[in-house]
Nanobody, 115 residues
Framework: QVQLVESGGGLVQAGGSLMLSCVAS????????RGWYRQAPGKQRELVAT??????ETYAASIEERTAISRDNENVWHLQMMSLKPEDTAVYYC??????????WGQGTQVTVSS
């Protein structure tokens, strides 16, 4: 069974940092895109960062200078977030898409930034 499991969320003060991690299991073959999305209360889910298999990174404009996406191997990737703001408060979702356009989502990890 394919699973994406996030970890690393929590409560942090404004200006602080967090690293989120995602572990994929169940044998997702040929991942083309790994990434992170977030959804704040009352808002639509939005892209935070993606990383393609050939190393191209994409970031949301609102967070790109404070964020870095990276991966350890085929099945583990991270989102480093710095200088966090209260408006970064959201549930953060791990995401993967294969060459055949199959998409997978984690269950989400809560990030709360206090002012």
């Amino acid at each position: 069974q394919v699973q994406l499991v996030e970890s690393g969320g929590g409560l942090v003060q404004a200006g602080g940092s967090l690293m989120l991690s995602c572990v994929a299991s169940g044998g997702i073959a040929n991942m083309e895109v790994r990434g992170w999305y977030r959804q704040a209360p009352g808002k639509q889910r939005e892209l935070v960062a993606t990383l393609t298999a050939d190393g191209r990174e994409t970031y949301a404009a609102s967070i790109e200078e404070r964020t870095a996406i990276s991966r350890d191997n085929e099945n583990v990737w991270h989102l480093q977030m710095m200088s966090l703001k209260p408006e970064d408060t959201a549930v953060y979702y791990c995401y993967a898409r294969t060459l055949w356009a199959s998409e997978y989502w984690g269950q989400g990890t809560q990030v709360t930034v206090s002012s």
